[in-house]
């Protein structure tokens, strides 16, 4: 399974951003997808996923700003990333499970200005 996440960028505080994460197997046959992140000194930590059967998970932390979707025609997941704070900047990540594998993209970095 490959990955490829982008849609990463520099954005000031409050503003949003989308992040997309496109796979190369239909994403409905990964048991999930996965968004991490990964602030510079702080461990690789989920903000969100959804699973083949469309269930989302969302951490507190972003509850209610960000939301998790995808579109089963492209298999691509989106994150969408609404009123961003400085303590959102870190690279974010794509990861998949899949026959008792993880599978990750390359990360794509957010960097939000106060």
């Known amino acids: 399974v490959q990955l490829q996440a982008f849609g990463g960028g520099l954005v000031q505080a409050g503003g949003s951003l989308r992040l997309s994460c496109a796979a190369s197997?239909?994403?409905?046959?990964?048991?999930?997808i996965d968004w991490y992140r990964q602030a510079p000194g702080n461990q690789r930590e989920l903000v969100a996923g959804?699973?083949?059967?469309?269930?989302?998970n969302i951490v507190d932390s972003v509850k209610g700003r960000f939301t998790i979707s995808r579109d089963i025609a492209t298999n691509t997941v989106y994150l969408q990333m609404n009123n961003l704070k400085p303590e959102d900047t870190a690279v974010y990540y794509c990861?998949?499970?899949?026959?008792?594998?993880?599978?990750w993209g390359q990360g794509t970095q957010v960097t939000v200005s106060s």
């Open positions: 197997r239909g994403i409905v046959s990964l048991v999930a």
């Open positions: 959804i699973t083949s059967a469309g269930s989302v």
């Open positions: 990861g998949a499970y899949h026959a008792y594998t993880n599978y």
